[in-house]
């Protein structure tokens, strides 16, 4: 089943933690609808402007997987205010520093993250987006001390 032309429903659920630990990863419609706007919305224009594919390592998390991970209890993965999803420049058709440049300047967004990696390129870039009133927060994410530190992009 297809989200939207180059996002599939087994894309949106995946997590090899769910599957290790047997814990249950369904969107319900509302959240489905939630993650639906991201995809239109942030996925399919980087899509069209990368010219290739984006792997995707998360997009929705169940409140039960969020917590076996360790994710954020307001964690926009869960889809309960609005959608989020992971992506990473796994295929090289362009860097995730390049993603995240065209993502903060061409596109609508709640919240961009510049996660871990390096100064010139992320390991991954975490984007999330709201039915309305985005804030277009951009963050980066580093380990300070062995504790993981959000900061203000610059």
């Not at 609005?82 to 993502?103: K, L, R």
Request: charged fraction near 25%; hydrophobic fraction near 35%; proline fraction near 3%.
């Amino acid at each position: 089943m297809k989200v939207t032309d180059h996002v599939s429903y087994k894309e949106v659920i995946k997590s090899n933690t769910a599957a290790r630990k047997g814990i249950e990863n369904i969107p319900s419609g509302e959240q489905m609808e939630k993650i639906k706007l991201l995809c239109e919305n942030v996925f399919e224009p980087l899509r069209k402007h990368v010219g290739g594919p984006i792997a995707i390592n998360s997009v929705f998390r169940s409140p039960q997987l969020n917590i076996a991970i360790g994710g954020a209890a307001s964690s926009q993965h869960c889809a309960n205010n609005g959608a989020a999803m992971d992506i990473d420049d796994t295929y090289g058709s362009m860097s995730n520093a390049d993603m995240f440049e065209f993502i903060k300047d061409n596109l609508d967004f709640d919240q961009l993250i510049w996660e871990f990696g390096t100064d010139e390129n992320p390991n991954w870039v975490h984007v999330s987006y709201k039915t309305r009133d985005n804030r277009k927060q951009i963050l980066k994410c580093n380990k300070v001390k062995g504790k993981t530190v959000y900061s203000i992009y610059s």
